[in-house]
């Protein structure tokens, strides 16, 4: 990598942060200091980034609220995508939005437009880059059943994504080694709607659940078919166990809280010590939802 591309990405409007703390940029306020923080304010300086660092290079990050980032940091790369990626616009039934923009304000937009599909995702924190990456959603409804093509740059290369070609699952689509930019998204035009009664009970069943009141990734581990994660740690007598200041939340055993100053240590020993129990009590094996970035 020649240094003179941080010259010239400067001067197509990116950020360039030397030595950065990404706790400062994850939910989870945990992790140590990348080499470079870049952000990428439009597609020409996407493109231009693409064209000069290889694709092994470098982390892209949404809004960080579904990952853990080493105490060490990471050795590289980290971008995000600013500016020109967070705008929304509506064409009949047809939202477009780019990667960067945040789901709440696409679905506030979607409703105040009376479009709706998209009430599902009331509360789910982050941007849409990330929950199309990770096929966002609730129990029974994700964010695939929404999306008509996803826009990604593969090998510094433009390409339009149509959804039956993503291969989308809980939680997961086959979007590798490529940047999401932006997602057509298609809704249902309505008179008038009941969209903020729906999102409402949302947030207030989220707000009941949900230990919102510290630094937390959202679920740390995809519910096994036929369970529900959060009860077999409950049953399993986990909830409330802490290392350090990193505790298995006394609320929803699903969720691990940063109660101070936790350490990406702290987190991953009680990952394995739930994904232990579990598989000690239950015979069955986690998988992680959340992105462990080493
Ligand atoms: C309190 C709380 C509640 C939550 N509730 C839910 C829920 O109900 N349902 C649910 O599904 N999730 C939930 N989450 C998890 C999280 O909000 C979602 O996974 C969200 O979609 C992640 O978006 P993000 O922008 O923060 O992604 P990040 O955490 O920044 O990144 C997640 C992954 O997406 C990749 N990524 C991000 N942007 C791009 C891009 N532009 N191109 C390619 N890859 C990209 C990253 O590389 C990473 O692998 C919750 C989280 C919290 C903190």
Redesign the pocket.
Known sequence: MKESIFNELYLAGCKILKDELLSKH??FKIGGLADYFIEIPDEDALSLFLKNIGSDNF?????????LFSDGGYKGIVIS?TKNFKEITINGEELFCG??AS?SNVLNTAIKNNLVGLEFSA????????????????KDK?IDSVIKTVE?YKNAKKISLETKNINFSY?KSN?EN????GVHFFLKKVVGNDSLIVVSESINR?LKT?P?NFP????IFKNPQGHSVGKLIEEAGLKGVSVGDAQISKLHGN?IVNTGKALAEDVLTLIALIEETIYKEFNIKLET?I?IIK
């Open positions: 994850c939910s982390y892209i990050l949404g809004y960080g609220t579904n990952v995508l990667a960067g789901l509360g789910i924190p982050g941007s849409v880059g990330g929950a199309v990456y990770g096929n966002a959603g609730l994700w990604v939680r979007i490529a940047v999401i930019s989220r949900q919102l937390n990734a959202g679920s969720f939802e992105k």
